[in-house]
């Protein structure tokens, strides 16, 4: 694989269920070596678009290439180079932590010795060494995580897809999982994410989709598109009675009982909003994507 | 539909499982056909004579045996792939490594046939050691075994299949299952009944066939006999495809 070379190719990618459109003509990318984010409230459409690249869903219409294979012709040679974190912790509560680690590894078709040495190194990895002989019931959300991390590289996959990695994690967890995408991206794997929290998206990818109902609403680097869509700073004005914010510049979203303003004018928004009223409670902060989302959708990512 | 060897990790798993919990899972329910020979073979036996010829206690034997193996099969496919299926979402987890969604459901059922077999060879063994049936019986018993053992576990993962929920299991369970246990000639003779019933019987009842084959299997070999005793492949051919391809249609959308 070479630097630049496309990983997963879609276009014009529709899938209904029934009547429910699920996806309407999505077309993306991912290259080689990138953290790719797909973004998005719950009904977005985030999960099918991994079934479909995991081969365990048909798609409607469109075409859908990863590693330059067509997903419904060639799906056990794809899915021997994917590792997939699923949103459940689907392990096999009654195997212990290795257990589950060894029986997972006779489906990619690994010896069991080649097995033992590799459950050795990941189980170092993902820092479970010394809860082998557990029960997978017993361990806590954050170990769970950690050994279906663990779970998703015992093919050695140059693709890894995390579907909702920290949903439910303390921040301490999450920031232990953030820690270990970060280093398998510096081992040149290429991953996608998907995530409804902002500061993770924002944290760890190089690129990330917006959708919504179904559709790719925009797609960029987080920060350009901040900058490109909405500014670099934001003013959110928690009491807006009676506020006239007219003189203020800037894109104004009103959200929830809250005015949001996003400018790149930091100075001129304090200087009139000082003006406005003495009580007024407000905050000033960078943008962010979930302002992104809210501004173009209308709507808040977490559901 | 194409299926490779990759159904065998799948069995493997199954089999882990299984000796995980092989008191609980396993031997206990062994104990129940040692009550039923208790209760039909000598209680119940010793107040009957003879049917066709022969003691009761012997007559119910074939029965004992089929009983065994099926629940063991059955009850695997049903409850257990429902569970793994739906509640504990292993299914899922499996397919998105190599193995395909067809592979996941071969495995199973060639699990739950292992298991009738081993359920039904336990049961067996424990016959001869009673001296309930002969030598050339404990033999000619084992192909049948494996035949409704295959076939009742590809019956349940059609049941699998096709309920959405786990208490429509119940439909199933009590209008098939329960009355085939009770009227396929497993504890009466179905001689007395209208020559209609009997074949109609025969036809939704494929066990019908294998327990009049064993009773005659135990006296003496006939392959035409053991290849009757043996008609429940069929059926159980049947519902190995139908459950391959309506499990697919369920679970990959």
């Keep these: 694989m070479y630097e630049n070379s496309i990983i997963i190719e879609g276009k014009d990618i529709c899938k209904s269920y029934g009547q429910t459109k699920a996806l309407d003509n999505v077309s993306f990318y991912v290259k080689y070596g990138e953290i790719v984010g797909f973004l998005g409230p719950n009904g977005a459409g985030k999960t099918t678009l991994i079934k479909l690249i995991t081969c365990t869903s048909y798609k409607t219409s469109g075409n859908l290439t990863v590693f330059g294979l067509d997903t419904e012709k060639t799906p056990k040679l794809i899915k021997s180079k994917i590792g997939l974190v699923p949103q459940d912790n689907n392990f096999d509560p009654d195997f212990t932590v290795y257990e589950n680690l060894l029986v997972f590894s006779r489906y990619f078709g690994i010896s069991r010795k080649e097995a033992e040495q590799k459950i050795e190194k990941l189980l170092d990895f993902v820092e479970l060494k010394n809860k082998r002989n557990e029960k997978v019931t017993d361990l806590s959300g954050g170990m769970k995580r950690k050994l279906i991390i663990a779970r998703s590289l015992l093919n050695e996959p140059q693709l890894i897809i995390l579907d909702e990695p920290t949903t439910g994690l303390d921040p301490q967890a999450r920031r232990k999982i953030w820690e270990m995408v970060e280093d398998l991206k510096k081992r040149g794997k290429t991953i996608i994410l998907t995530t409804h929290y902002m500061d993770e998206a924002e944290k760890l990818c190089d690129r990330v989709y917006i959708m919504d109902a179904g559709k790719i609403i925009t797609e960029g680097k987080p920060e350009v598109l901040i900058k490109e869509y909405i500014g670099t700073e934001t003013v959110e004005i928690y009491n807006c009675n009676n506020i006239d914010i007219s003189l203020i510049k800037g894109k104004k979203v009103f959200f929830k009982e809250r005015i949001y303003i996003h400018t790149d004018d930091k100075k001129n928004a304090l200087e009139k909003l000082v003006n406005i009223c003495a009580d007024i409670k407000f905050s000033v902060r960078p943008s962010n994507l979930e302002d992104l989302f809210i501004y173009l959708t209308g709507k808040e990512l977490k559901e | ?253």
């Excluded at chain 2, 039909?40 to 029965?63: N, Q, T, V």
């Excluded at chain 2, 193996?69 to 504990?88: A, D, N, P, R, W």
């Excluded at chain 2, 059926?235 to 679970?251: D, T």
């Design chain 2, 1 to 253: 539909m194409i299926i490779t060897k990759d159904w065998i990790p799948v069995w493997k798993r199954n089999r882990d499982v299984f000796k995980k919990l092989f008191w609980v899972n396993f031997f206990l329910p062994l104990l129940e056909p040692i009550f039923y020979l208790i209760t039909f073979g000598f209680g119940l036996g010793s107040y009957i004579k003879e049917i066709d010829g022969m003691p009761y206690k012997k007559f119910i034997i074939p029965a004992i045996v089929a009983m065994a193996t099926l629940s063991s099969s059955f009850f695997y496919t049903t409850y257990s792939s429902f569970v793994k299926m739906i509640f504990q979402k292993t299914f899922d987890a499996i397919i998105a490594t190599p193995v395909s969604i067809e592979e996941v459901v071969v495995g199973e059922i060639m699990w739950g046939a292992t298991r009738g077999i081993i359920s039904g060879f336990m049961v067996l063994l424990l016959l001869k050691m009673l001296n309930l049936i002969t030598f050339l019986g404990f033999f000619l018993y084992l192909p049948i075994i494996a035949s409704l053992a295959f076939t009742f576990s590809s019956l349940g993962m059609f049941f699998t299949a096709t309920v959405s929920t786990i208490e429509s299991f119940n439909y199933p369970i009590f209008l098939y299952y329960t009355p085939m246990i009770f009227f396929s000639g497993t504890f009466f003779p179905l001689s007395n009944f209208p020559e209609a019933i009997v074949t109609i019987s025969k036809i939704i009842f494929p066990l019908t066939y294998s327990m009049i084959s064993l009773r005659t299997l135990d006296i003496s070999f006939n392959i035409k006999t053991l290849l009757e005793g043996m008609f429940p492949l069929i059926h159980g051919v049947i519902f190995f495809i139908l459950s391959i391809k309506l499990m697919k249609r369920k679970l990959i959308k």
